[in-house]
């Protein structure tokens, strides 16, 4: 049992779990399709996007489940949560590069919203990831937690990203999928403002 629990908790086994929806992804670049960067193109900002939003859940989930466990244990882990949806960010990015050519850099293609949205997205990822260190953590300070909070503007940028998709034909599919992540918010500013009540009140008796 213990052996098992070791094997579980292991940084290893939690980044083989990460690295799951890659193999499929591998596995079809690697066919000689040339329509395959084209069909993994979705797929990686899916799971971009969804990794993001389970590294943000973690906070307000602690708060929601006091005193339970696993909220804790992801909370030691989130920042590989982090690290890996920017890994899938950054291969979403080199298919839609493959995938368009040239005319990803055109004035028309940039002034669509779904891409401009994901290219800001992306750029809010870039320092996150780099930063993500222990030795980054350590050098910025309370700074680190700073900078941490623009994942908040990349989540934004994602979800608009992601439901401008097809002339925003996919708003379902992105609302669904960040749903959980805007209730846990929402329960979150809840219970911050009640907690300010109370203190508010007890200073004030």
Not at 32 to 44: K, T, V
Request: charged share 15%; proline share 5%.
């Amino acid at each position: 049992m213990t052996s098992l629990k070791s094997f579980w908790n292991h940084p290893y086994t939690f980044w083989a779990i990460l690295c799951l929806p890659a193999i499929p992804m591998i596995f079809g670049l690697a066919s000689g399709d040339p329509r395959a960067a084209h069909q993994i193109l979705h797929p990686s900002g899916e799971f971009a996007a969804r990794f993001m939003i389970v590294s943000m859940m973690i906070t307000p989930l602690m708060m929601l489940f006091k005193g339970a466990s696993w909220p804790r244990w992801l909370m030691k882990r989130r920042r590989y949560l982090g690290v890996a949806a920017f890994a899938y960010a950054l291969l979403h990015t080199m298919l839609y590069l493959v995938d368009e050519g040239s005319i990803a850099f055109t004035g028309a293609e940039i002034s669509k919203v779904y891409i401009w949205t994901g290219w800001l997205a992306f750029l809010i990822f870039v320092p996150l990831a780099v930063t993500s260190t222990d030795g980054w953590v350590r050098a910025m300070g309370p700074k680190w937690k700073t900078l941490q909070r623009g994942v908040y503007g990349a989540a934004v940028l994602t979800l608009l990203h992601w439901a401008a998709l097809h002339n925003w034909g996919s708003i379902v599919p992105a609302l669904v999928n960040f749903g959980p992540l805007i209730a846990l918010e929402l329960y979150r500013l809840a219970y911050n403002l009640q907690r300010r009540r109370v203190r508010a009140a007890s200073v004030a008796g």
